[in-house]
């Protein structure tokens, strides 16, 4: 499963997961709508494709993709190749239109979005050794600091690289100050 930043305001724009389903039929042919929205189908070498719109405005997607001797077998088949391309073509368009981004764009958005993971659970170690090392800090400071880690380390379990990173940035002041 893979999330995708979204440009700002594009959920609404097409219509929330409803709107997705229909941009996914427009990209796969045949799909059907989810119960909690989004859709699922297939295309050529895609054999299963689920995507959705998270709550916090993420597209949320699982693709499973022909493997080993079944790949193998519809490359060799007539017009194999040129439907395995199209399938790949289909797939960028779609997450083009799904996010508001081309690859490159994405590509940067995750490596954005890594760095704000890499520094929260940084600020985290530091704050931590800052908390032992300290003589000057008070219990007071350090409850807080424990509070704010928890939030931290929860908002990194959910995948808001966003929000971890401006907790941490919170509690770097507080500890230091």
Do not use: P
């Not at 709508?33 to 719109?53: R, V």
């Not at 219990?139 to 990194?156: P, R, T, Y």
């Amino acid at each position: 499963m893979e999330q995708f930043e979204v440009k700002r305001g594009l959920v609404k724009t097409i219509g929330g997961n409803a709107g997705l389903a229909k941009l996914g039929s427009q990209y796969f042919g045949e799909v059907k709508s989810g119960a909690d929205g989004g859709f699922s189908g297939s295309f050529a070498i895609l054999c299963h494709i689920q995507a959705t719109y998270s709550e916090d405005g993420k597209l949320v997607v699982d693709v499973e993709q022909m493997k080993g001797d079944d790949l193998s077998e519809y490359l060799q088949a007539d017009g194999g190749r040129e439907q395995a391309m199209e399938s790949r073509k289909r797939w960028s368009g779609f997450l083009d239109e799904a996010t508001g981004y081309n690859s490159k764009q994405r590509g940067d958005k995750a490596k954005e979005g890594g760095k704000k993971i890499s520094k929260a659970n940084s600020n985290i170690r530091l704050a931590k050794k800052l908390m032992v090392m300290s003589k000057t800090m008070t219990d007071d400071v350090k409850e807080q600091a424990l509070v704010l880690i928890s939030e931290i380390e929860q908002k990194l379990e959910e995948g808001n690289g966003t929000r971890a990173m401006s907790l941490s940035e919170k509690l770097s002041k507080l500890v230091e100050g």
